[in-house]
């Protein structure tokens, strides 16, 4: 990459934390530590070469990198890899939902009618929050995890719901707690006819958005009363880093064999077979989770930061 590049490259960078991330100059500075009157020049050299139009249309070098190591690694079909402050996570949060937006659009857009499928968690409903309206009622879109508490509470990460309201489409939500109070519940709920037929719409899925969760004291599972506390420490026991849609992951992706996996409502991630399904995530805090999932073959999509990137590429 000659001088130039790397100079458009910062420029790019410069826009997408000043258009996406609603940085100030001087807090731009500060990140690509270059003064206020350098931010303004690399702005206005990435307005100059077409770089920002409506949206920023420059790859970020280290960025593209950064994904195209992680799809190799892990044979995924694509990774994108966004921006991140490891100082300011919250900025990372933001731009993983543009990224997830971006994705979601180019399904929900179609004219033809698809389903889709959605698990919960900040990242997935802030993707679908961060995407713009369109009249698509010819959609169908479908929970892949339950959506209620144990105490009743509903879940309020869901995103089906809210994608929905988008687009005018059908919803389909799994009517359950992620976790049944005994075997015999779970059984019984999935006996459902209910739950038969939202299997076979999950089934019919052209792509699945999903969360990846953490597994310690600021789970989401834990935070919103999904397991309690014996459960989490037994999960911490048997060394659990992370989870999809409530499965639990060893730090190798493999599923953890317990009482809490004989009560989980989700379908078996073994169902979704050659389905695409896209995990989205970023972070330290999620970096070990990420990398079980990759490394269990889960996914065959990711969309993730450039600190847990970084993280993942050096660990062996």
């Given at each position: 990459?000659?001088?130039?590049?790397?100079?458009?490259?910062?420029?790019?960078?410069?826009?997408?934390?000043?258009?996406?991330?609603?940085?100030?100059?001087?807090?731009?500075?500060?990140?690509?530590?270059?003064?206020?009157?350098?931010?303004?020049?690399?702005?206005?050299?990435?307005?100059?070469?077409?770089?920002?139009?409506?949206?920023?249309?420059?790859?970020?070098?280290?960025?593209?990198?950064?994904?195209?190591?992680?799809?190799?690694?892990?044979?995924?079909?694509?990774?994108?890899?966004?921006?991140?402050?490891?100082?300011?996570?919250?900025?990372?949060?933001?731009?993983l939902a543009v990224a997830g937006a971006k994705r979601l659009a180019q399904y929900v857009e179609r004219s033809e009618p698809l389903t889709l499928s959605l698990g919960s968690g900040r990242s997935v409903r802030a993707a679908v929050e961060a995407l713009d309206r369109v009249e698509r009622p010819q959609h169908r879109f479908v929970s892949l995890i339950g959506n209620v508490a144990r105490d009743g509470s509903s879940n309020r990460f869901d995103a089906v719901m809210a994608l929905a309201d988008k687009t005018g489409g059908e919803r389909f939500l799994l009517p359950a707690p992620v976790v049944a109070e005994s075997v015999a519940e779970r059984q019984a709920m999935l006996s459902q006819r209910l739950f038969k037929a939202i299997a076979d719409v999950a089934a019919a899925s052209r792509a699945a958005l999903i969360g990846i969760g953490r597994i310690d004291a600021q789970a989401t599972l834990y935070q919103d009363h999904f397991i309690n506390d014996a459960?989490?420490?037994?999960?911490?026991?048997?060394?659990?880093?992370?989870?999809?849609?409530?499965?639990?992951?060893?730090?190798?992706?493999?599923p953890i064999e317990c009482s809490l996996t004989q009560r989980v409502t989700s379908l078996p991630l073994s169902r979704?077979?050659?389905?695409?399904?896209?995990?989205?995530?970023?972070?330290?805090?999620?970096?070990?989770?990420?990398?079980?999932?990759?490394?269990?073959?889960?996914?065959?999509?990711?969309?993730?930061d450039e600190v847990a990137a970084r993280w993942i590429l050096a660990a062996r």
């Open positions: 990459m000659d001088k130039f590049e790397l100079k458009l490259d910062q420029a790019a960078r410069a826009a997408w934390l000043s258009y996406v991330g609603g940085l100030t100059q001087d807090e731009i500075a500060g990140q690509l530590g270059v003064s206020r009157p350098g931010v303004q020049r690399l702005l206005a050299l990435a307005r100059q070469e077409g770089v920002v139009k409506v949206h920023i249309d420059h790859p970020i070098a280290t960025c593209v990198a950064l994904g195209h190591a992680l799809a190799e690694r892990f044979e995924l079909r694509y990774c994108d890899v966004v921006p991140a402050n490891a100082d300011a996570p919250e900025d990372a949060a933001r731009y459960e989490l420490d037994e999960l911490l026991r048997l060394e659990a880093v992370g989870e999809l849609l409530g499965w639990p992951l060893d730090s190798h992706g493999a979704f077979g050659d389905q695409l399904m896209v995990g989205i995530a970023g972070g330290r805090d999620k970096a070990p989770a990420i990398l079980a999932a990759l490394r269990g073959g889960w996914l065959k999509g990711l969309i993730t």
